[in-house]
T-cell receptor
Framework: GDSVTQMEGPVTLSEEAFLTINCTYT??????LFWYVQYPGEGLQLLLK?????DKGSNKGFEATYRKETTSFHLEKGSVQVSDSAVYFC????????????FGGGTRLMVKP | DVKVTQSSRYLVKRTGEKVFLECVQD?????MFWYRQDPGLGLRLIYF???????EKGDIPEGYSVSREKKERFSLILESASTNQTSMYLC??????????????FGPGTRLTVL
């Protein structure tokens, strides 16, 4: 079945450092790929998405590129802020069931001033 | 603004109790979902519903049931709570027309502790 694997955390960075959170997936066909973010005490909210190969999703300075050849969707940000401290989830929705999501295990990011 | 609300942020129950978790959405969405969130395991789908009175099992339905009597409300029921059901429970919704790239909208979660 479909699955998503992302790097375990926590990831601890200093403010203004470069962030990469790795995400790889297993799925048939061409799933849509997502990054969701969960700030402390809140539910998940969509951060960015990509629906086809080589698409780049971006939002709030975060970026991720849909790489079909490596089945990856790594999240990057050039300069993190303390306010980026949160849990980040990589997810996919299958090509055949666009309203369903399969999530990775989540990666906690802590940014220190 | 899109809104999914859950009846409680925190709940503490005893083993064997019957537990109801309520979720309400105001977006007229047909699809509603219940997940549990555990560290390192991400979110796992318990049940989902694509219409009133309709339900489908997700990946981990054992020990849970659901009820959808009205379009806006989706309830998760623990018939006899056990300690291994201590977790964060998240409700989500989206439109029946949701297709490629369409997001699910999440509530704030209910942290359930079973003693």
């Amino acid at each position: 079945g479909d699955s998503v694997t992302q790097m375990e955390g926590p990831v601890t960075l200093s403010e203004e450092a470069f962030l990469t959170i790795n995400c790889t997936y297993t799925a048939t066909g061409y799933p849509s790929l997502f990054w969701y973010v969960q700030y402390p005490g809140e539910g998940l909210q969509l951060l960015l998405k990509a629906t086809k190969a080589d698409d780049k999703g971006s939002n709030k300075g975060f970026e991720a590129t849909y790489r079909k050849e490596t089945t990856s969707f790594h999240l990057e940000k050039g300069s993190v802020q303390v306010s980026d401290s949160a849990v980040y989830f990589c997810a996919l929705s299958p090509e055949y069931a666009g309203n369903m999501l399969t999530f990775g295990g989540g990666t906690r990011l802590m940014v220190k001033p | 603004d899109v809104k999914v609300t859950q009846s409680s942020r925190y709940l503490v129950k005893r083993t064997g109790e019957k537990v109801f978790l309520e979720c309400v959405q105001d977006m007229d969405h047909e699809n509603m979902f219940w997940y549990r969130q555990d560290p390192g395991l991400g979110l796992r789908l318990i049940y989902f519903s694509y219409d009133v009175k309709m339900k489908e099992k997700g990946d981990i339905p054992e020990g849970y049931s659901v009820s959808r009597e009205k379009k806006e409300r989706f309830s998760l029921i623990l018939e006899s709570a056990s300690t291994n059901q201590t977790s964060m429970y998240l409700c989500a919704s989206n439109s029946r027309l949701a297709g490629r790239g369409d997001e699910q909208f999440f509530g704030p979660g209910t942290r359930l502790t079973v003693l």
